[in-house]
């Protein structure tokens, strides 16, 4: 796993942003940190992190699409907030995650163009982005093998959930399908990927 601090001014209050499938730090840059030191995680073709946030007195989890399920397997202390943002804790699943079919078959075409159509379909409209990721198509294809086989740590609560209209990616059926009577809930009207509708990562805590 790779790390990427995105404001470290010795505050005493972190959030800890776990990142979906693909992406590096390009996706949530324009977010205001304010008060806030940030790490984005990401790439996780292995689940080694090398980083120590044991200074902080106040944590806030915050994971997005497939990071939702990463964030599981780590168990801060002191962490106040965790808020799930267009995904579950199962990566591939039927009833809850991305089905196995579409799953197996995203990864039996991958290609350049396959990747390029999958960063489009995160939308709702028009893309606020360009370019999504700097990371090379290998390490991309490897993580979604990958990330098939990690499994969640069921007991862990998230304290909201943020649930889009229009999820192309992980089924918005399939978010709530998860999430009803396990926490709260913030339904918005977006696509898989919902960052352009925020300024701060303020809006983000749960």
């Known amino acids: 796993m790779k790390y990427k601090w995105l404001n470290k001014n010795n505050s005493d209050k972190l959030i800890i942003f776990f990142n979906g499938w693909g992406m590096d730090d390009l996706i949530i840059s324009h ?7 940030v790490v984005v995680l990401y790439d996780y073709n292995d689940l080694n992190l090398d980083i120590n946030f044991s200074e902080y007195q106040e944590k806030h989890v915050v994971a997005w699409s497939m990071g939702v399920m990463v964030a599981t397997l780590f ?3 002191n962490i106040k907030t965790k808020t799930a943002i267009c995904g579950t804790p199962f990566t591939v699943h039927n009833e809850f995650g991305i089905p196995e079919k579409i799953y197996r078959l995203t990864y039996k075409t991958f290609s350049e163009k396959t990747v390029q159509k999958f960063m489009e379909r995160m ?7 360009e370019k999504f990721t700097n990371r090379n198509i290998e390490s991309l294809k490897t993580e979604l093998e990958k990330m098939a086989e990690y499994k969640p740590n069921e007991t862990y609560q998230y304290t909201k959930a943020i649930i889009p209209s229009d999820d192309l990616i992980i089924p918005t059926e399939n978010q709530g399908n ?22 701060s990562w303020s809006e983000l805590i749960g």
């Open 178 to 199: 998860y999430w009803r009577n396990k926490t709260d809930i913030t339904e918005i009207k977006s696509g898989h990927c919902p960052f352009g509708l925020f300024k």
């Open 123 to 129: 939308f709702l409209q028009k893309p606020y982005l």
């Open 75 to 77: 168990d801060f202390e």
């Open 31 to 37: 977010l205001e940190t304010g008060d806030y030191d």
